[in-house]
C-alpha cells in the first residue's frame, strides 16, 4: 500500500514538473503562427494567400476564420470576406484558424500621365 502513495507522489509531482511545463507551453507556441503575405483570393469560406518562406520559396495557403476573427483593414474592423487580392495581410492562427487579421489595401497603380506636347 505505501508503494502505492509513493507511486503516486511521483506521478503527480512529475505532472506539475518544470520540465513538463515547459513542453507544453512548446506545444502551445507551435500551434500559434503569423503567416505575412499577400491575398490572393476568397472562394466564399477561406482566404488564399500567398507568402514567402524562410527559405525564399513561395507558397499558398487557405486561411479560415469564425466569427471570432478580428479583421482590419487599414485599421478599420471589417468582414473577413471583405478582403480582395493583393492587400498585404498578417494573420496571426491558432490551430489553424485565422484569430487576427491585420490587412492594408493593395497600393494605388499610378495613373499614365498625359503626354505634354510642346
Known sequence: MRWMAILAALIFASAFSPATQAARIGKI?????????TVVGFDGKRLAISFTTPKGQTRERKIRGN????????GTPVEFSSLRAGEKVTVTLSHGVATEVIASSA??????????AN
Open 67 to 74: 466569427k471570432e476573427t478580428k479583421v482590419t483593414l487599414d
Open 29 to 37: 507556441a507551435r500551434q500559434t503562427r503569423v503567416l505575412t503575405g
Open 107 to 116: 497600393p494605388a497603380t499610378p495613373a499614365s500621365e498625359p503626354s505634354s
